[in-house]
């Protein structure tokens, strides 16, 4: 009875977490709030559909390499500074073609937009 009991609290547990996604993000959310982003980004920053267009493939080619380097096993190990330590030839990279995609001023102001309007991460929960 006891052994019943506990398969189907077992069960019930593990059915519950795949429903809501086994704690993973929601991937369409997460696209969404990429677009709606983008597209505050070119209001704000007044870009044309060119640079809009490569600043959307440069920004989504680089997090892709970023994921990759969060997901590797070898790297779950590495503390966050070097994880980041890791990234940083990334981040440079993506610069320097946003930089050459947007020109130097256009990119100046998409830093600091960047800056104002980064999505707050939820840390210490």
């Not at 007044?46 to 809009?52: D, P, R, Y």
């Not at 966050?80 to 610069?95: I, S, V, Y």
């Amino acid at each position: 009875m006891i052994a019943c009991a506990t398969l189907v609290i077992a069960l019930f547990t593990v059915t519950s977490t795949f429903a809501q996604g086994g704690g993973r993000m929601d991937t369409a959310a997460m696209r969404q709030r990429q677009e709606a982003m983008l597209a505050k980004m070119k209001t704000d920053l007044n870009l044309n559909q060119t640079q809009s267009d490569s600043v959307k493939a440069i920004t989504t080619e680089f997090s892709a390499k970023r994921r990759d380097i969060f997901m590797d096993p070898a790297n779950q190990g590495l503390s966050r500074e070097d994880r980041m330590a890791k990234m940083q030839p990334l981040t440079e990279a993506m610069n320097a073609r946003l930089q050459a995609a947007l020109g130097a001023d256009l990119f100046k102001k998409y830093q600091d937009w960047m800056q104002a309007n980064r999505p707050q991460r939820g840390g210490g929960r």
